[in-house]
């Protein structure tokens, strides 16, 4: 007597989903992110004690790839043919302006979210799919670093500074430590629970974050444990780059005095609150002027200078280098 028919398609659909990774490696990548996504991997085929999972690493052409601390890594080959049950995940460069050359991996990648593959992105990863027209719209999960470059050039995407935020087809993560949390969470749902908490004990991860939980990078963070009062004053001026405030109304805001407020810039930082606050503008405007083709003029706006000849000589002063000159090097 034959097999049940639904006995028969479940065997089928077994056969075809394939819990296979595919680490797409471009220039400038994370060694971090990759070792933390195939050391998770590789440690969860140990606690199932079989080949549960599969992975690649391609390039674009097959040929080695150096990450972003001068690793050079041997790929086992070039763009593969993807089938259903895929994941690819896309690592690259935070500064992902510098891929010109990449058509093939973007024709590839398209092609690939057309067909639904799952595309999972660490890193640079986000702004790249943003970038290739992948990724349009709705929440994504970016480094802080990258937020204002969302903020100004792709205003249908949410950007989010959370450990990984998950949409139909596209998992994105800001990358660094959070793609352990963000593998745990897709081992868990591939091998359940149980085995995603043994793959952390064996990396010794004690405590795995959730996708919502807000990413740990900012100065706040660091100063809070030292004074709360600090740490509030730095999140306000954070979210007042674009309309700066005078050190009289952040002091408020926090409720304390200005004279308070500058002793405790003075004694935790070493540096006043308006110098502080002016180092916040031109670091933004940094990230923007080297990973978006926005006008100068349009920088100083979003940073909150009123002329773009205040702006190139404060931007000067800080960095040794002019506006102009920083969006002609981009430009090569």
């Not at 890193?123 to 790249?128: A, K, S």
């Not at 404060?314 to 981009?330: Q, T, V, W």
Request: charged residues 20%; contains cysteine.
């Amino acid at each position: 007597m034959g097999r049940p028919e639904k006995d028969i398609e479940a065997a089928v659909s077994e056969l075809v989903t394939v819990n296979r990774f595919v680490f797409l490696l471009m220039p400038g990548f994370s060694a971090l992110e990759l070792g933390s996504g195939i050391d998770s991997l590789a440690a969860a085929n140990e606690t199932l004690g079989k080949t549960f999972f599969q992975w690649n690493t391609v390039s674009e052409t097959g040929d080695n790839i150096i990450s972003s601390s001068g690793l050079k890594v041997a790929v086992d080959g070039p763009l593969p043919d993807i089938q259903r049950g895929d994941c690819i995940v896309v690592c690259c460069a935070l500064n992902s302006q510098n891929y010109r050359n990449s058509g093939k991996a973007v024709a590839w990648l398209r092609r690939a979210a057309r067909q639904g593959i799952r595309l999972c992105a660490v890193g640079g990863g986000p702004l790249f799919l943003a970038r290739i027209g992948i990724a349009t719209e709705g929440r994504i999960s970016t480094h802080w670093r990258m937020k204002p470059v969302f903020e100004e050039g792709y205003l249908d995407l949410e950007p989010s500074c959370t450990i990984f935020e998950e949409t139909t087809n596209i998992v994105s993560c800001g990358g660094g430590a959070a793609t352990l949390d963000l593998f745990s969470a897709l081992i868990r749902q591939k091998a359940g629970l149980a085995t995603s908490e043994q793959v952390a004990d064996h990396l010794l991860c004690g405590i795995l974050r959730d996708g919502g939980v807000r990413q740990s990078n900012s100065s706040p963070l660091r100063v809070k444990h030292r004074n709360e009062k600090l740490s509030k004053a730095i999140t306000y001026m954070q979210n007042c780059i674009e309309e700066p405030v005078s050190p009289s109304v952040i002091a408020s805001q926090v409720g304390i005095s200005t004279r308070q407020l500058e002793r405790l810039f003075s004694r935790y930082l070493g540096i006043s609150p308006k110098a502080y606050m002016m180092t916040l503008r031109l670091e933004k405007a940094q990230v923007l002027l080297q990973q978006t083709q926005m006008r100068v003029i349009d920088v100083a706006t979003a940073c909150g200078f009123s002329t773009q000849s205040l702006f190139s000589k404060r931007y000067k002063k800080h960095f040794g280098i002019s506006p102009c000159n920083e969006n002609a090097l981009l430009a090569h």
